[in-house]
């Protein structure tokens, strides 16, 4: 997959490069005499860059943050933070080791618990936040965050199959709220050389990727921020088409241009 995304961005870059050698070769064809050909040099040198940059250069730009990703990560010896969901109507624990057997993964640590349940009336919101604790003694804390939903973080190494059993038992018990169903977020660490083959080996009928976060994520995010607008790019392969149309046009001038110079400098030294 990676060699056949390096040779589309190749073709790419050579279809555009054809087309303006083609805005170069039309211009060398012209003759520079006359109004009308020099605007005939630039509206054509202006449209064929756009159109190139439109169907050649921005495909390749936007994969532009994808292939600096690669690099990144082939580079970065710091590690990358997997944040997958996972539903408490599988097998959790079956889940987590089916990740940690994958190559590349260092560690999988079970976190938040959210949960969905019947209403949660305004008085027993405080009342639950500050006894969810004595659910199980893996629950360090609690937060009810709508009418029906609550986040229950564990100790690091929790079983959280036993504690959602635990805690849907308890909530039932004391107040008569239901849990509807719940989704443990599971964070794993890997190295970043091996982001793409983790996720792709992901039992992914089973957990959810949400989030992936580290320094080359950073760095991705940093590189988006200052990459300018594919319209401005666009534009741009329209000026550099008009560019070399006009180079095209006075190339004779250009050259001997160039040669007076280089004689002039050579007498100099001699």
Same mark, same amino acid.
């Given at each position: 997959m990676k060699n056949m995304e390096t040779l589309f961005v190749i073709l790419m870059i050579i279809l555009f490069l054809l087309l303006m050698a083609f805005?170069?070769?039309?211009?060398?064809?012209?003759?520079?005499?006359? /109004? /009308?050909?020099?605007?005939?040099?630039?509206?054509?040198?202006?449209?064929?860059?756009?159109?190139?940059?439109?169907?050649?250069?921005?495909?390749?730009?936007?994969?532009?943050?994808?292939?600096?990703?690669?690099?990144?990560?082939?580079?970065?010896?710091?590690?990358? %933070?997997?944040?997958?969901?996972?539903?408490?109507?599988?097998?959790?624990?079956?889940a987590i080791e089916d990740v940690r057997k994958i190559p590349g993964v260092k560690s999988v640590e079970s976190g938040a618990i959210t949960v969905k349940t019947t209403g949660i009336s305004n008085e027993w919101k405080s009342n639950l936040e500050a006894r969810v604790t004595n659910a199980n003694t893996n629950i %360090?804390?609690? /937060?009810?965050?709508?009418?029906?939903?609550?986040?229950?973080?564990?100790?690091?190494?929790?079983?959280?199959?036993?504690?959602? /059993?635990?805690?849907?038992?308890?909530?039932?018990?004391?107040?008569?709220?239901?849990?509807?169903?719940?989704?443990?977020?599971?964070?794993?660490?890997?190295?970043?050389?091996?982001?793409?083959?983790?996720?792709?080996?992901?039992?992914?009928e089973e957990v959810v990727v949400t989030e992936i976060n580290g320094p080359v994520e950073k760095d991705i995010q940093n590189l988006k921020n200052i990459l300018p607008h594919q319209n401005n790019i666009i534009l741009f392969c329209g000026f550099l088409g008009v560019l070399v149309g006009l180079i095209g046009m006075f190339i004779d001038t250009i050259t001997r241009s160039i040669h007076s110079i280089l004689d002039r400098l050579r007498h100099k030294r001699g």
């Open positions: 805005v170069f070769s039309t211009a060398l064809l012209t003759p520079l005499i006359g /109004k /009308k050909n020099f605007l005939f040099v630039i509206a054509l040198g202006f449209v064929v860059g756009v159109i190139g940059g439109a169907f050649f250069i921005a495909p390749v730009y936007d994969d532009l943050p994808d292939m600096a990703r690669a690099v990144y990560m082939s580079t970065s010896n710091q590690p990358e %933070t997997i944040t997958l969901n996972i539903s408490t109507d599988s097998d959790v624990n079956k %360090t804390s609690g /937060k009810v965050i709508s009418a029906d939903t609550m986040t229950v973080q564990l100790k690091p190494g929790s079983d959280p199959t036993t504690v959602i /059993k635990e805690l849907k038992n308890w909530m039932v018990l004391i107040s008569g709220i239901d849990v509807r169903y719940s989704v443990v977020q599971v964070k794993v660490v890997v190295d970043a050389s091996k982001v793409d083959e983790v996720v792709e080996q992901l039992p992914h």
